[in-house]
């Protein structure tokens, strides 16, 4: 349990900017172990964001609750994945072969593709979440935006697993978590990740599960034609697509089931 409770914690401090203990070890053999309990720092994240969303609808109205959450959120994360995906924005909008499109994801720098990306992002799920609030009550609101943040950080876990990684160089923030998973792991953090989904009695809700599976398959091979596999940054994108997919199939779902 100690051994777990390390790794989970080692997770917590690569993912999030909560402080963790100094002992905690970010050897690369951990941080590979912690990818099981990415989808669970969807949950920690999501319940973060959920419950700022819960106290403000109280004395706000619900835009501003939503925005607050979400705020929240990029906070807690320091941004991690919203830059991941500002980067593939400005890699693949701008580069037209592998060494080209690394390269410019790679800079720190944000250009065009990134900025109007991650804006156009970041509006689309705020128009979501304020739809879903306004569909349904604050507590089920909360549960979908858990929901959101651990189920697309398990379809970034699916890519893990699945899928190579692209670059060369060990130098990157994302080759410790880059190695072949084990089934046994990989099982464990798609479970965490969709545990949420059984807080909603309605079967339709499942069909989230297939839906996301057809996007990570067009990311995967998307990013396979290009770039021949995934980098840090792709799967940052593959959170934030997978989260914005998510939301989106909940309000088809309350509007039209």
Not at 99 to 111: F, H, P, Q
Not at 141 to 162: D, E, L, P, Q
Not at 245 to 256: M, P
Request: glycine share 8%; charged share 15%.
């Amino acid at each position: 349990m100690k051994k777990e409770w390390s790794i989970f914690l080692t997770a917590v401090m690569f993912y999030t900017r909560i402080p963790c203990p100094r002992w905690i070890d970010h050897s690369a053999d951990m941080l590979n172990k912690a990818t099981k309990y990415f989808p669970l720092i969807g949950w920690v994240v999501g319940g973060f964001a959920g419950v700022i969303f819960l106290s403000v609808s109280q004395v706000l109205p619900v835009s501003i609750a939503v925005l607050l959450s979400m705020i929240a959120s990029i906070l807690l994360t320091g941004a991690f994945h919203e830059d991941g995906f500002a980067d593939v924005c400005d890699g693949f909008g701008g580069g037209w072969t592998k060494e080209k499109i690394l390269t410019i994801m790679k800079d720190s720098a944000i250009g065009a593709y990134g900025a109007l990306g991650m804006i156009m992002m970041l509006l689309f799920k705020f128009l979501l979440l304020w739809e879903i609030a306004g569909e349904t009550d604050a507590l089920i609101a909360v549960v979908v935006i858990v929901a959101g943040h651990s189920i697309s950080r398990a379809n970034a876990v699916f890519m893990i697993f699945t899928d190579e990684y692209a670059r060369d160089n060990e130098d990157s923030k994302a080759k410790p978590v880059a190695k072949q998973m084990k089934f046994g792991t990989f099982i464990v953090a798609i479970f965490i990740g969709l545990l949420p989904l059984a807080y909603f009695h309605n079967l339709y809700f499942l069909t989230a599960i297939p839906v996301l599976i057809l996007v990570k398959l067009y990311l995967s091979s998307y990013f396979k034609k290009w770039i021949g596999g995934y980098t840090g940054d792709c799967l940052g994108a593959v959170q934030q697509i997978s989260e914005v997919a998510f939301y989106l199939l909940v309000l088809l779902l309350w509007k039209f089931i």
